[in-house]
Each structure stands twice: as structure tokens, then as C-alpha cells.
């Protein structure tokens, strides 16, 4: 999923940096596709930590991941030297996914619903107490060989 565009990135770090970073072969110009590639790993981050919280594609894009995708794009930008604020960034937005993928933060919104798996144990609310008790195992335990 896409969290933040082009457009966002030339209004938080300035169009002159991203057009920069982007030009790959130093013809003045940001190369094709340099920015949506960039754009599109941040994204695949960005899903691999809050999918197994939140059903993707998220309806919306709330701005808290909007900012992270535009820290995450600019840090990808950079192919050599990173400066020490973009990579301080970058390590902060990978702490705040982390936080959300283990339900210390929150995006604000409804979480995916965790499947029952089919091995897992069921329980039916309504049973009686329990079956087994030391009493009702004594016939079974009388016939067990002695080691």
C-alpha cells in the first residue's frame, strides 16, 4: 500500500533534496521511477509490521504513517552517507512500527481480528465443570504397570 506520495515528501524534506537523491545518473533531473520504488519499500515495511495487527490495505492512510513513510522513503533515497538526523529518523519510525505491531502504540484504528487456528483447543462456555478429577481417574490409574 501506498502511505505517502511524492507530493509528501517534497513537503516535508523540499523538492530540491528528494529531486536530488533521485537523480542516480547526474543529469539534473530525478530518474524515473527512483522515487515511487523508494516510496513502495517504505510501504512493504511499513505492511510488514502493522499486518499482523491491522487488515491490509488499511481504508485509510492515518497521517502517523504517512510521516513514517516519508522518513522511511527519504533514508532510502539515500544511497551512500547517510546523514546522522535522516538515519536518527529512520530508526525512530522502525521503533514506533515496532511499538505498533506489539500493541504498545496504536494507528487509532478497529485491529484484525486474530482467527482461532484449527488446531487450537475448543471450549464450549456452557459444559459442565470439570470431567476429569483425581476420583474419577482412579479405575484408569489401578490398572497402570509399576516401573
Not at 517504505?42 to 499482523?52: K, P, R
Given at each position: 500500500m501506498t502511505y505517502a506520495t511524492q507530493q509528501d515528501?517534497?513537503?516535508?524534506?523540499?523538492?530540491?533534496?528528494i529531486d536530488t537523491l533521485?537523480?542516480?545518473?547526474?543529469?539534473?533531473t530525478p530518474d524515473p521511477g527512483v522515487i515511487?520504488?523508494?516510496?513502495?519499500?517504505?510501504?512493504?515495511?511499513?505492511?510488514?509490521?502493522?499486518?499482523?495487527?491491522?487488515?491490509?490495505?488499511?481504508?485509510?492512510?492515518?497521517?502517523?504513517?504517512?510521516r513514517i513513510c516519508c522518513d522511511l522513503t527519504r533514508f532510502e533515497l539515500y544511497s551512500d552517507a547517510v546523514p546522522e538526523l535522516v538515519q536518527k529518523r529512520h530508526d525512530a519510525a522502525i521503533k514506533l512500527l515496532q511499538a505498533i505491531q506489539s500493541g504498545k502504540a496504536t494507528l487509532g484504528l478497529a485491529e484484525a481480528s486474530q482467527p482461532v487456528p484449527s488446531d487450537a483447543p475448543q471450549t464450549d462456555p456452557n459444559a459442565p465443570g470439570r470431567t476429569f478429577t483425581t476420583g474419577s481417574l482412579e479405575d484408569f490409574t489401578s490398572d497402570w504397570p509399576e516401573y
Amino acid at each position: 500500500m501506498t502511505y505517502a506520495t511524492q507530493q509528501d515528501l517534497y513537503d516535508r524534506f523540499g523538492q530540491s533534496e528528494i529531486d536530488t537523491l533521485a537523480d542516480r545518473n547526474n543529469d539534473g533531473t530525478p530518474d524515473p521511477g527512483v522515487i515511487d520504488g523508494a516510496i513502495a519499500d517504505a510501504g512493504d515495511t511499513i505492511d510488514s509490521y502493522i499486518g499482523a495487527r491491522y487488515e491490509l490495505p488499511l481504508a485509510s492512510t492515518p497521517p502517523l504513517l504517512t510521516r513514517i513513510c516519508c522518513d522511511l522513503t527519504r533514508f532510502e533515497l539515500y544511497s551512500d552517507a547517510v546523514p546522522e538526523l535522516v538515519q536518527k529518523r529512520h530508526d525512530a519510525a522502525i521503533k514506533l512500527l515496532q511499538a505498533i505491531q506489539s500493541g504498545k502504540a496504536t494507528l487509532g484504528l478497529a485491529e484484525a481480528s486474530q482467527p482461532v487456528p484449527s488446531d487450537a483447543p475448543q471450549t464450549d462456555p456452557n459444559a459442565p465443570g470439570r470431567t476429569f478429577t483425581t476420583g474419577s481417574l482412579e479405575d484408569f490409574t489401578s490398572d497402570w504397570p509399576e516401573y
